[in-house]
Nanobody, 118 residues
Framework: QVQLVESGGGLVQPGGSLRLSCAASGTILSISAMGWYRQAPGKQREAVASITRGGITNYADSVKGRFTISRDNAKNTVYLQMNSLKPEDTAVYYC????????????WGQGTQVTVSS
């Protein structure tokens, strides 16, 4: 099994930056890709960014050029660097891990709150 623990959320002013971390533990070799989702009150959960085991990244159009996903394999940790933050980025951010060989369900963290407000 895999456990995901997010950290780094908080309150930041518009235009500011924040870096989220997701530390994975357990059977890491069972993971094929990891990413970040977010959910604001009254809205559906949406994919923000992802990175595969091979290093291929993908971003939602709304965050391209502002957010960067990266990983530190030695620490089994994935990061989401968020720059030029907007109030619309306010949401609970969840770490996600996709399992290899088509195994379901995915692994999920408990979420970390990001609030962008002046």
């Amino acid at each position: 099994q895999v456990q995901l623990v997010e950290s780094g959320g908080g309150l930041v002013q518009p235009g500011g930056s924040l870096r989220l971390s997701c530390a994975a533990s357990g059977t890491i070799l069972s993971i094929s890709a990891m990413g970040w989702y977010r959910q604001a009150p009254g809205k559906q959960r949406e994919a923000v960014a992802s990175i595969t085991r091979g290093g291929i990244t993908n971003y939602a159009d709304s965050v391209k050029g502002r957010f960067t996903i990266s990983r530190d394999n030695a620490k089994n940790t994935v990061y989401l660097q968020m720059n030029s933050l907007k109030p619309e980025d306010t949401a609970v951010y969840y770490c996600n891990a996709e399992r290899r060989f088509g195994v379901k369900p995915d692994y999920w963290g408990q979420g970390t709150q990001v609030t962008v407000s002046s």
